[in-house]
């Protein structure tokens, strides 16, 4: 086996000489062979282990044994014990996602500090094929459908090609001291229940059924390696950011047919949203529709999908109705305020949106900024009479976000300026205009 093991680092170029090493060790068999391996093929090894407190009696007896492992091999020992109940109550998660925040972040911390290159994770083949069906029952995209990957950012498993029964043998070959989890001799969570009874029903059928899949598995992985590159281009053409949120070309998804759903997942997911909901948005497509995911909305405008993330209002909106109170007021972080005569003003009429140029001798100070209202009416730029400035904002085809964080600055009550889109004809530079006040909005949202 440790051949084996050193073949796989070797081909997939997992670990590197140079590397310092943290291994997480639970004290079962798949970590203690992990490390013990690690060590003997002269890798820099340290151990990290962590006590979830949450199996009286057995879990101090596992960081006991851990610990006099480490000491037996010369190698750097770390510990911690967490208040895993507690943590699963107070950030309303179920111990077993609470375990694994609280292990990953640790894990971090201990790397940052002692200057570790790679964090070594003991899961086998039987965990891959394991998480496989768990994700399929659970319902998943091809990414579900990977299994464990052998190489995640910093994070590295060096035995993810052998088997549990390979690993059992070697911990008897070299009287390798490792307990057992009674917890997972029950097929109370999920992924026991896959392994303990669901997996050796498939093998009395297909006794090779586990090389089958992990075969099974490297396909996907190709097929996923495909499909990443076709999302890729289509990200190119169809994903705009701007400022604050994610524009998605819809025209340019439905164009892929039958694939649109699966495409458009693909692309979505990782604002957390579910291949259910990427069939929704397709199929009920009506502007001003919502879809929420854990940390993200996303907003159907037209033949776009406007995604920004939850809370999030746009840096350039206040949070407050607030006054410029002077020419010389710029103490604020949205909005420069200059002067100058008419005659140094030669670009006006050319200028980009986030400029306004008004007439001086028109305006009052203070100048209030502030929010949209309903009732709102002003005199566009270029265009007769007075128009709400809902139906405006509707003519020039604002999202539903925009308006939420559109602004107004006003002038003894009257809006002087539609904020990044139109100045009121009533305070506009004509033949008489001797002094003008520029006003630069410092957040331009366009990209």
């Given at each position: ?42 890798y ?6 962590c ?16 610990e006099?492992y ?8 770390h510990?911690?014990?967490f ?6 109550k ?25 200057k ?101 598995i ?57 291949a ?31 995604i ?40 006006y ?23 949209i ?75």
């Amino acid at each position: 086996m440790v051949e084996k093991v050193k073949r796989y680092i070797e081909q997939h170029n997992l670990i590197k000489s140079e590397d310092k090493i943290l291994c997480g060790v639970s004290g079962g068999v798949d970590s203690m062979a992990m490390a013990d391996i690690l060590i003997g093929l002269g890798y820099s090894v340290a151990i990290a282990h962590c006590n979830f407190a949450l199996r009286p009696i057995d879990a101090d007896l596992d960081e006991k044994l851990v610990e006099q492992y480490a000491a037996a091999r010369g190698v750097i020992f770390h510990k911690v014990t967490f208040d895993t109940t507690g943590y699963s109550k107070e950030h309303g998660v179920s111990t077993q996602m609470a375990a694994r925040q609280l292990r990953y972040k640790w894990f971090d911390g201990v790397m940052e500090e002692n200057k570790y290159s790679k964090l070594a994770i003991a899961h086998n083949a039987d965990d891959s094929v394991e998480t496989f069906f768990i994700n399929l029952m659970r319902g998943t995209g091809v990414k579900g459908l990977l299994g464990i990957q052998r190489l995640r950012e910093l994070i590295v498993r060096p035995i993810l090609s052998s088997y549990r029964a390979e690993i059992e043998a070697y911990a008897t070959e070299h009287n390798l001291m490792y307990r057992t989890d009674k917890s997972n001799l029950k097929s109370t969570y999920l992924r026991n229940w896959i392994r303990i009874e669901l997996l050796p029903k498939i093998e009395e059928r297909q006794a090779d059924f586990k090389q089958t899949m992990i075969n099974n598995i490297d396909r996907v992985a190709s097929s996923s390696s495909l499909l990443n590159r076709l999302v890729d281009d289509v990200k190119k053409r169809a994903v705009k950011e701007f400022y604050s949120e994610y524009r998605i070309d819809l025209t340019i998804i439905y164009s892929y047919d039958d694939c649109s759903a699966q495409l458009l997942y693909e692309i979505i997911d990782k604002y957390g949203f579910s291949a259910n909901q990427s069939s929704d948005i397709l199929r009920h497509n009506h502007s001003g529709r919502l879809f929420y995911s854990n940390d993200h909305v996303a907003l159907m405008d037209r033949d776009t999908l406007i995604i920004r993330k939850k809370g999030c209002a746009l840096e350039s909106s206040p949070n407050h109705e607030f006054e410029i109170a002077s020419l010389t007021d710029n103490n604020n972080e949205l909005f420069n305020v200059d002067t100058m005569s008419i005659s140094e003003c030669v670009d006006y009429r050319s200028a980009p949106s986030n400029v306004a140029y008004i007439d001086a001798s028109k305006i009052v100070f203070p100048l209030v900024v502030r929010g949209i209202k309903g009732g709102d009416k002003f005199s566009p730029l270029g265009v007769k009479g007075v128009k709400k400035v809902s139906d405006f904002l509707i003519d020039v085809k604002c999202t539903r976000f925009e308006k939420e964080h559109q602004m107004v600055i006003e002038s003894q009550g009257v809006i002087v300026w539609l904020v990044d889109r139109r100045v009121s004809d009533k305070f506009k530079i004509d033949a008489k205009t001797t002094q003008v006040i520029k006003i630069t909005y410092l957040c331009d949202k366009k990209i």
